[in-house]
């Protein structure tokens, strides 16, 4: 239920731009407006929009009654959005109003549509993004660093949903070794060094498997337009799903229940190919490292045995594909958009803190479920 309730509390935007001043027929009917033709309309009004827009109220409400989103156009009821939209928001004024502010932010820059990405000037004109994106991005765009990231579709739709977003990389990626080989200790105590070659074998998969698990369930601001669902059309479905089961939908999009879990169930199939292949060089890994300390050691020789390859790639990626799986979603989504980020996000480094302290946190559960997940389905004996 405390999942549950989190489609149902989310923050607002704060976005103030007067309609008085600006001109929407003009504005909705000029799809490839370019900045200097549109700075001359706006100097005949005098638009103003000096005042920051705040950067972490992206992420706006859009959820109906009956659990799906919806952004509340008059459309119906249910989880269809009003039967518009295939389930990714079609609000007629949102995205007006979206169009219309990334329009004035670019005029006011001076960058024009034909210098953006494709599929970000694509959103533009359809309205399909705020204007507090369109100010991360500018943003973004002065670090040489994130400027070469930008270049990349997957971390430009991550680095626009969270400005933390390579920072969580990095934590993830710098404390896996350490926490892993933390919760093996605890878990095999007197028996940490008679099992020293698993031990390898799963710090080895989690230095694969972190990048993955933080890529993957990361919230995104979704640049790819929409499809049309078909009979049959699995793909398409998937295709409009979220990154981020829980994440929450910007202004002008929505997402229904059913797209909500097809993002765990296509996240879900992703890490456990993600797991198997970690696991399988993870476990060659260790099946070369006991070869090797057999020929050096021939009094050990019989003692040592080989990992057993497939059943533990497959266990490993159900394991990622399930408990992984979850556990990161929620935190990415629940935890850390829902919750942190409202409350510290004037407060980046008390937020960077609290982001380290649960994804280390959530490391070391991990680890400590895998030692009893591979026990208890015999994979992995304890000496």
Known sequence: MAIASCFFCV???????????LKWPLLASSPRLSSSSFAGVISAKSVSFHRRVPISPV?????????SDNNNNGGGGGGDDGGKNDGNGDGGEDRDRNRNEAMILLAESGTGLDTLPKDLAAAI?????????????????????????????GFRERLLADDLFLAKLAMECGVGVFTKTAAEYERRRENFFNELEVVCADVAMAIIADFMLVYLPAPTVSLRPPLALTAGGISKFFHNCPENAFQIAISGTSYTLLQRLGAIARNG???????TTSSLVGTAVTNAFIKAKGAVDQSSEGELETVPIVSTSVAYGVYMAVSSNLRYQVLAGVIEQRLLEPMLHQHKLALSAMCFAVRTGNTFLGSLLWVDYARLIGIQKSH
């Open 269 to 275: 199939a992703k890490l456990f190919a993600v797991g």
């Open 125 to 153: 004109e359809s309205g399909r993004i705020p204007g507090s994106v369109i100010t991360r991005f500018l943003e973004l765009q002065r670090s040489a660093v994130m400027r070469w990231l930008m270049q990349f579709a």
């Open 11 to 21: 923050p607002t935007p704060n976005t103030s731009i007067s309609e008085s001043n």
């Open 59 to 67: 992420f706006s409400a859009s959820i109906d009654n009956g659990g």
